[in-house]
């Protein structure tokens, strides 16, 4: 159990475009869902918190109108990063943590996303 | 805001040696988490520690929380080529609240030689 999928697994677009990418709870709910980026040999960066049925909470540094969030129901958030640009070339990652096991800390990973624009 | 350092940023073994890895937060963490990340992979949970001194073990692994609670490590005995990946702890801040927010060191790569 506890499986969560990201799609697409890696995408290749044109500076100025935007990509979508989804992030899937399929085998429980989840209200809470975030995002991370990975630079090559780094970190796990977070990006924002999204929150079911609310607006994602971004950290610091963050563009809102950049990486836009949703997270439409309890199993599917979606990043969209805009007007996207080769700096925006990276690895996202989006973890869930299960709605029925309320004391389990645990944060279930996607396999990612590797976005390249160029 | 909250810093977790972890050290050191690589560490290369030989087949059976053993290994360490560790955590330390610039404030006082509610848990701590520890994820393996194999190369081209996902990072994959591996254990929570919250109680203060707490020590856990997994076959191998022993994962020991300090104190103050602002402190971990992760110890590998006699190291198996299966344990190539980079290891993250990550702490948490706080308790309580639906903010699961964790801040993640920056990892350290092991690599085994056979």
């Known amino acids: 159990g506890a499986v969560v999928s990201q799609h697409p697994s890696w995408v290749i677009c044109k500076s100025g475009t935007s990509v979508k990418i989804e992030c899937r709870s399929l085998?429980?709910?989840?209200?809470?869902m975030f995002w991370y980026r990975q630079f090559p040999k780094q970190s796990l960066m977070l990006m924002a918190t999204?929150?079911?049925?609310?607006?994602?909470?971004?950290e610091q540094g963050v563009e809102k109108d950049k990486f836009l969030i949703n997270h439409a129901s309890l199993t599917l958030s979606t990043l969209t990063v805009t007007s996207a640009h080769p700096e925006d070339s990276s690895f996202y990652i989006c973890?869930?943590?299960?709605?029925?096991?309320?004391?389990?800390?645990?944060?279930?990973f996607g396999p990612g996303t590797r976005l390249t624009v160029t | 805001g909250q810093q977790v350092m972890q050290i050191p940023q690589y560490q290369h073994v030989q087949e059976g040696e053993d290994f360490t890895t560790y955590c330390n937060s610039s404030t006082t963490l509610s848990n701590i988490q520890w994820y393996k990340q194999r190369p081209g992979g996902h990072p994959v949970f591996l254990i929570q520690l919250v109680k203060s001194g707490e020590v856990k073990k997994q076959k191998r692994l022993t994962f020991q929380f300090g104190e103050a609670k602002k402190n971990s490590s992760l110890h590998i005995t006699a190291t198996q080529t299966t344990d190539v990946g980079t290891y993250f702890c990550a702490g948490r801040r706080g308790s309580g609240g639906s903010n699961y927010k964790l801040t993640f060191g920056k990892g350290t790569l092991l690599t085994v030689n056979p």
């Open positions: 085998d429980f709910q989840a209200t809470t």
């Open positions: 999204s929150n079911e049925g609310s607006k994602a909470t971004y």
């Open positions: 973890s869930a943590r299960d709605l029925l096991y309320g004391q389990s800390y645990e944060q279930y």
